[in-house]
């Protein structure tokens, strides 16, 4: 298994610019998540997926939009991308049903906007 | 609104000594994961605690969980250079349904030979 793999690893984007991160995990987990990492504050939860076709949002969702349209694949959105989302982009999966399980995390997307 | 803050957020020290790093959160919770993060590279998984006095070890870090403290600890023994990365600590934010983490600022460790 590849557990969660995220596309691409490094991008660079203009102010205004718009792209897509894909999030993928072949572990048939229901739960998905989008956090961005930012020195000195920890990770932050930006949105999160209970299944295919849901979505909602987290701590941080302004300036982003998800999509879950199949079960596998979580992707997040940024249309009009601003320095301020200059990141490292982490997905993560778990299981649902035994709320206690740890989430699994992809190896990152890191994103300069300038 | 929960929040969670680790301490120290920089550690420096050798080989071989003993320390210890404090994560703290502000609302009742009882399950708290510990992840360790090495320079560039993902969240690892290191231990997951689900009850008040909850303690595991692994090799030479042991975690700890007071939940009527609101606070769990992570035991560093005898040091070896091998362990030097930032170590994160997040608290369930619910109880049922999605479980969204918050994380602590994460703690970079640094051991010297």
């Known amino acids: 298994n590849a557990g969660v793999t995220q596309t691409p690893k490094f991008r660079v984007l203009k102010t205004g610019q718009s792209m897509t991160l894909l999030c993928a995990q072949d572990?048939?987990?229901?739960?998905m998540y989008w956090y961005r990492q930012d020195p000195g504050m920890g990770l932050r939860l930006i949105h999160y997926s209970v299944g295919e076709g849901t979505t909602a949002k987290g701590e941080v969702p302004d300036g982003y939009n998800v999509s879950r349209l199949k079960k596998q694949n979580f992707l997040l959105g940024l249309e009009s991308a601003a320095p301020s989302q200059t990141s490292v982009y982490f997905c993560?999966?778990?299981?649902?049903?035994?709320?206690?399980?740890?989430?699994?995390f992809g190896p990152g997307t890191r994103l300069t906007v300038l | 609104e929960l929040k969670v803050e680790q301490n120290p957020l920089f550690l420096s020290m050798q080989e071989e000594k003993n320390y210890t790093i404090y994560c703290n959160y502000s609302t009742t919770s009882d399950r708290l994961y510990w992840y360790r993060q090495d320079p560039g590279k993902s969240l690892e998984s290191l231990f997951v605690?689900?009850?008040?006095?909850a303690v595991k070890q692994e090799g030479r870090l042991m975690a700890s969980l007071d939940t009527k403290a609101r606070l769990s600890t992570l035991h560093i023994t005898a040091a070896v250079h091998d362990l030097s990365a930032t170590y994160f600590c997040?608290?369930?934010?619910?109880?049922?349904?999605?479980?969204?983490?918050?994380f602590g600022q994460g703690t970079r460790l640094t051991i010297n030979p």
């Open positions: 997040a608290v369930d934010k619910v109880r049922q349904g999605a479980q969204k983490l918050v």
């Open positions: 572990m048939n987990h229901e739960y």
């Open positions: 605690l689900l009850s008040n006095g």
């Open positions: 993560a999966s778990r299981v649902a049903g035994e709320y206690y399980n740890e989430q699994f």
